[in-house]
């Protein structure tokens, strides 16, 4: 599978666009000025507790309380809480664990007033970015992510992932970390690790270390609330987790930006740094690359397959609705198979959906109904193999009795929503436009006016296809009689984003003759 990372930079937010075998499969947008992502770890103070919900709100400097529940606190908060404590009044000179003990740990069933006290400063890291009228959403399970460790203090657990598929390779990596990782000092062992080398594991975890001794600095007589560590940007941070041996072209529009992504490479992935190229072309990233015809397809309440049946997406406040239709084309002779084909069509293309979108939560597929139990299990199993690169921890469960296909999707940022209709360029939304039979006579009208007032320029029009070919038409042609008429040649152009009746002059230097 080829991956391909087309990167489009403005002054305001920068757009991520990931393909899979040039089909778009993830957008992400980041404000740049966005102050809160997921991974960010701030020093929070607690505003209130709620038995009731068994949660806490903590102030963290954004507009709505952070929330944060018993279940995200971790069994090593009293650790955290004393480790915390100590930073802030200057009692611990150092960020090493070595020497430092471990409180025993939290049951999973406990009371959030048991084991918080209000106005308590906490450490804190995002598990969810805001979404809707929410505030952040909190976990006290730090975690510090590299591109092949991840570092989590209070611990002395290694695991290693299970996509390593060699139980060879999984129990070198155990050893070779718990051989080098500090004290008190947890490891996951990513998946992006396998075959690599002591030295680039050994230098990862002291750099990873080294960002937990910049936390315990900072706490030094820190009041709350306070930032102590930023994720990094949307684009380190994505090629961090996605950049894979099949990666082929990282495309990027901005010179600081295409610095930054070869700087990286070549600390952390040297074979890839060539990869990576800077976008010159005047037409937009996203156009020349497809991505925002892919966007305009994509998106929209109704998405049509290309065996011509469709899929209808629903969004309400506890669930997204997907329903599946065979539409006008659907074969009639063995009709059991038809629908079985349709189905597994209309899975992979809810499987890119989920992730181009950015769905979370509760997702419930009405596919089309099947009464073979074979086509059943096949069904769920394809499902399942579709969304297997999808980074998002989900849970796919069988067809219910009804048909129903029931998926759970981790939700960690605001689903990604674009509207693609567009206000009619030709009515502008009135549902009435001038007679295209007085386009040519609006031309010649505004042709004449140009002339007159710049008799020296040279011209250039550009026209909708139909228009084009109507000048062009028999000898001699409209574009001729110009000619003979005004003793100048007027260059005509076609442009198939123009609508029927648009038209547009341009001069020598190719700037736009605006007679409005």
Known sequence: MEKELIINST?????????????????????????????????????????????????????KDAFLHYTDLGPKLPSLLKFTNRAIHGDSKSHRLDEFDLNDEIIKTG????????????????????????????????????????LTPFSNAVAVSKKIKTAEERKRLQVLIESIKPKNFGVIVRTASEGKKVANLHEELRDLEEKWKRIHSQLNKARAPLKLLSELDKTSSMLRDVLTSDFNNIVVNDKDLYDSIRSYLVS???EKEKIVHLHRSRKPLFDSHGI?????????????????????????????????????????????????????????EIARQLRLRDIGGLIIIDFIDMRNNEHKKRLVKKMREFMRNDRAQHTVLPLSRFGLMQITRQRVRPEVKIDTSEVCPTCMGSGQSNASIL???????????????????????EVHPFIYAYLKKGIPNIQMRWFMSHNRWIKV?????????EYRFYDGRDDEIRLN
């Open 292 to 348: 925002t015809r892919q966007i305009k397809a994509s998106f929209g309440k109704t998405y049509t397959l290309p065996s011509g049946a469709y899929i209808v997406i629903e969004h309400t406040e506890a669930m997204h609705v997907i329903d599946v239709n065979s539409g006008p084309k659907m074969a009639r002779k063995n009709q059991e198979e038809a629908v079985l084909n349709v189905n597994l069509e209309s899975a992979k």
């Open 268 to 270: 952390n992935v040297p």
């Open 493 to 501: 152009q076609e442009n198939s984003d123009f609508h029927l009746n």
């Open 111 to 150: 009371k959030i007033d048991k084991v918080l006290n209000k106005r308590h400063p906490i450490l804190v890291q995002i598990l969810k970015e805001p979404i809707s009228t929410k505030g952040p959403r909190l976990s006290c399970e730090i975690t510090l992510p590299g591109r092949f460790l991840v």
């Open 439 to 461: 386009t040519i006579d609006d031309i010649e009208r505004d042709l004449n006016y140009i002339i007159r007032n710049r008799p020296k320029s040279k011209l250039r029009l």
């Open 11 to 63: 002054p305001t937010e920068v757009e991520i666009a990931l393909s899979e075998d040039s089909r778009l499969v993830e957008l992400h947008r980041q404000k740049t000025n966005s102050k809160f992502t997921v991974g960010d770890i701030f020093l929070g103070r607690i505003k209130k507790l709620m038995p009731g919900l068994n949660a806490a709100f903590v102030d963290i400097g954004h507009s």
